[in-house]
């Protein structure tokens, strides 16, 4: 009598080490998957800190149109600008200092090239067609896709460029200046 008690007990135990097995196994699936999304969201954010970098000249980054219908900021991303601030602040000393001692002109900004090639066209752009563009015509800047469409963004925030919605696409052209407004 006492063996099938200690079989049934044994069998329990193999089900629950099976099932606990099983559960952990799920759980590591899932922290793999969240730990991935984490690295894409700080190499994203690491794009972001570069691109407000390079805006040196600004005194406040500019609010995307998303996050001025939404309302407040999230915490999270007023410690990233911050951050940028901060560090553009930094950078904007060091480059100045450096600038004057070595004399050497600085390279235009992204957001300008970016400009300068819409200028040029009349229709609506894709952000990888205005990337292509800009690769064939300066070669020695190579930002990615991310950067190029974070520019684009940044200009469309500021009222320099129009972003065009259709379906799943979104396109870019050169702002309409106001007659009574130099560009």
Known sequence: MTSQPAATLRSRY?????SDL???????RQLAEQLRMLK?????LQEILTLAERYEGLSDPPRLPEQAQEGPV????RQVSDAASARRATRTTSDTAKSG??????RPLLGDMLLALLAGHDEPRLAKEVRKELLQKHPDRTPTPQ???NTLESLVAKGRVERHRQHHSVTYTLAKAPADQPQ
């Open 74 to 77: 999230p915490q999270r991303a």
């Open 22 to 28: 099983e559960r952990n196994r799920h759980r590591q």
């Open 101 to 106: 001692a070595k004399g050497k002109s600085h």
């Open 147 to 149: 950067v190029v469409r």
């Open 40 to 44: 894409e969201e700080e190499a994203l």
């Open 14 to 18: 193999v089900e629950q080490a099976v």
